[in-house]
Structures are given as structure tokens and as C-alpha cells.
T-cell receptor, first 113, second 111 residues
Framework: EPEVTQTPSHQVTQMGQEVILRCVPI?????FYWYRQILGQKVEFLVS????????KSEIFDDQFSVERPDGSNFTLKIRSTKLEDSAMYFC???????????FGPGTRLLVL | QKEVEQNSGPLSVPEGAIASLNCTYS??????FFWYRQYSGKSPELIMS????GDKEDGRFTAQLNKASQYVSLLIRDSQPSDSATYLC???????????FGKGTKLTVNP
């Protein structure tokens, strides 16, 4: 069964450093998303991406964040200068249709020291 | 602010019992409704999706949607210890494709 994959599974970085989180969505899906979950809190939407552009973003997704689909398979989230409060689990999700079921990857646990 | 509210629990039921999980949402224009299961440290895993008023059954799970009351529920019949997890209600607000999640209800099924 096709699934969303994410790398790395864990990342530890120093405050101020740049990180890139990678995702491979399900192959025939067209809509891609990033969410995050701070420990003990709810899952929060960051950004949605369709047709090679951002379709929606949350207040969390400020100028420090960017997304890219560099080729036909990868979808990346870049945090330019990490802050302590960026420590969270980051989930990538994809769906084949607008408003369809979003399938989540296993997540990347980011720890900013 | 589009909100999704759930009782955080914990909800504890004996094995074989029915577990009932509830969720309310604030945006009357919401279009799609989902129940996800999340084990500790893992990603959300889809249990059920529901788009129109009424009941939808899939095995031991039944989702119920009442748009007039802005209410979604999930029933788990014949609960098993392996059902012990946090259940997340997620809603797609009107005019958006994002998921807005509730905080989740932690369910424990006791053998």
C-alpha cells in the first residue's frame, strides 16, 4: 500500500541553524501539506501546496519557513533560522483530491537546542 | 478562529464495551470530517471520513455527523486493548483544504 515517507526521522540542531525536512508524498497525489505538533499539543496546520505553489498558509508559517517541490517526488520544508519554539514533530501529508482524505507520513521529530 | 473541540478524557472502557467519542466544530461551512487515531509518538492514522449527515459504518467503527448541531461522533464497538490511543477529530473549514484538529480524546481499553 502506498504511503507517505519522511526523512530524517529525528533531527537535532542548534538555534539559528537551517534545517530541511523531506517528504515523499504518495505518487499520484496532487495536494501536499505540512503540519506540526508540539509535544502534548494539538496538530497544527502550517501550509498547503498545489500545482507548484502555496495555496494556503497559517500564521505560524512566517518568513522563516519555505516549501519546495524540487522534483517530481520530493516535497521539502525549510526552516531558515530555527528557534527553540520550533521544536516539534513535523508531519507531511498528501491527498489525491481537494477535500479528500489526507494521509500522513511518520513525521520528523525536530529538537532545537 | 475555526475551532474543533473534544473532551480530552481520559476515557476508560472495559474490553468488549462501546466507546463513544464526541467532537463539536465552530465553522458552520465545514465540509469534510475525519477521525484519526494517534498512538503516542506516532503520526495520525485515518479511521473514518464522513461528508454528509447521518451514520457511516466501517467494521467496528461508526461515524455520525449532524451538521445542524455541528457535531461529529465516533462509536467503537467491541473495544479492544489495541484501540487504546488518542482519537483526533479533524474538520476542513469552509473555503479551505486544511485540516483543523481537536486536541484529541485519550481512550484506554482495559482488558
Amino acid at each position: 500500500e502506498p504511503e507517505v515517507t519522511q526523512t530524517p526521522s529525528h533531527q537535532v540542531t542548534q538555534m539559528g541553524q537551517e534545517v530541511i525536512l523531506r517528504c515523499v508524498p504518495i505518487s499520484n497525489h496532487l495536494y501536499f501539506y505540512w503540519y506540526r505538533q508540539i509535544l502534548g499539543q494539538k496538530v497544527e496546520f502550517l501550509v498547503s501546496f498545489y500545482n507548484n505553489e502555496i495555496s494556503e498558509k497559517s500564521e505560524i508559517f512566517d518568513d522563516q519557513f519555505s516549501v519546495e517541490r524540487p522534483d517530481g517526488s520530493n516535497f521539502t520544508l525549510k526552516i531558515r533560522s530555527t528557534k527553540l519554539e520550533d521544536s516539534a514533530m513535523y508531519f507531511c501529508a498528501s491527498t489525491g483530491t481537494s477535500l479528500g482524505t489526507q494521509y500522513f507520513g511518520p513525521g520528523t521529530r525536530l529538537l532545537v537546542l | 478562529q475555526k475551532e474543533v473541540e473534544q473532551n480530552s478524557g481520559p476515557l476508560s472502557v472495559p474490553e468488549g464495551a462501546i466507546a463513544s467519542l464526541n467532537c463539536t466544530y465552530s465553522d458552520r461551512g465545514s465540509q469534510s470530517f475525519f477521525w484519526y487515531r494517534q498512538y503516542s509518538g506516532k503520526s495520525p492514522e485515518l479511521i473514518m471520513s464522513i461528508y454528509s449527515n447521518g451514520d457511516k459504518e466501517d467494521g467496528r467503527f461508526t461515524a455520525q455527523l449532524n451538521k445542524a448541531s455541528q457535531y461529529v461522533s465516533l462509536l467503537i464497538r467491541d473495544s479492544q486493548p489495541s484501540d487504546s490511543a488518542t482519537y483526533l477529530c479533524a474538520v476542513t473549514p469552509g473555503g479551505s483544504e486544511k485540516l483543523v484538529f481537536g486536541k484529541g480524546t485519550k481512550l484506554t481499553v482495559n482488558p
